[in-house]
């Protein structure tokens, strides 16, 4: 049976961090950042299972349920604050919402 060299997966999870790190940057929709902050997440998941996998213990695949059980948590207060500040502000452009001013 052929492996797959963790390299390609490394690889893979270094691409998935570098695009979400460049959207968190560059874009200016607060749901896109959301996306791209779930992108970096599951890029460092999947790192944690390859390295896992490669070295033939599971504490990195139990690592990643708890790091999945924080993003969903993390998603779900997120956009309850997206939807929150959408309500009063009528706009979800980072740029354009100042909480602080009055």
């Not at 607060?30 to 460092?44: G, P, R, T």
């Not at 390295?51 to 504490?59: E, I, K, L």
Request: hydrophobic share 60%; charged share 10%.
């Amino acid at each position: 049976m052929l492996s797959i060299p963790i390299e390609y997966y490394l690889i893979l999870s270094a691409f998935m961090f570098i695009v979400g790190v460049t959207g968190v940057l560059i874009r200016r929709n607060a749901i896109v950042v959301f996306m791209c902050i779930e992108l970096m997440l599951n890029a460092a998941n999947l790192s944690l299972v390859a390295f896992s996998s490669y070295h033939g213990n599971p504490v990195g695949q139990i690592f990643v349920f708890f790091v999945m059980t924080v993003a969903a948590a993390e998603a779900t207060v997120g956009l309850a604050i997206i939807i929150a500040i959408f309500r009063n502000k009528l706009t979800v452009n980072v740029d354009e919402i100042n909480i602080f001013k009055w």
